[in-house]
C-alpha cells in the first residue's frame, strides 16, 4: 500500500517592526511598520506602512524571489528609519530586538 506522506511548506512567522517617533508637544508622533512574510509561492513580500498616529498612512510593497534578498532589505529599512531618530517600539519574528 502507497501512502502519501503530508506535503505542506512550513511558513515562518512573519517579521514585523513598529518604530515611532518621540511625540512632539503638539504634534502627533509619526509611525513606521516594516512587515516580511512569505507568500504561499515561496517569494517573499516587504510591507512598509508610515504615517502619522491617527492620520494618514501610505503603504509600499515589494517583492522578493530569495529570503535573503528580502532580508537584507527589511534590515536596511529598519537602519534608515533608527539612523533618523525613529525607535523601536516591537518587534516581532526576528532572533534578536533588531534582527540578526
Not at 514585523?16 to 504634534?27: D, F, H, K, N
Amino acid at each position: 500500500m502507497f501512502k502519501f506522506a503530508a506535503c505542506r511548506t512550513v511558513h515562518p512567522e512573519p517579521m514585523r517592526l513598529y518604530l515611532q517617533t518621540v511625540p512632539g508637544s503638539t504634534e502627533a508622533p509619526r509611525y513606521v511598520q516594516i512587515t516580511l512574510e512569505q507568500d504561499l509561492l515561496g517569494g517573499w513580500t516587504l510591507y512598509r506602512e508610515s504615517g502619522t498616529q491617527g492620520g494618514r498612512a501610505t503603504m509600499k510593497r515589494e517583492q522578493f524571489l530569495e529570503r535573503d534578498e528580502a532580508v537584507a532589505a527589511f534590515e536596511k529599512a529598519r537602519d534608515a528609519q533608527l539612523k533618523r531618530g525613529f525607535r523601536l517600539m516591537f518587534a516581532q519574528g526576528l532572533e534578536g530586538p533588531y534582527g540578526r
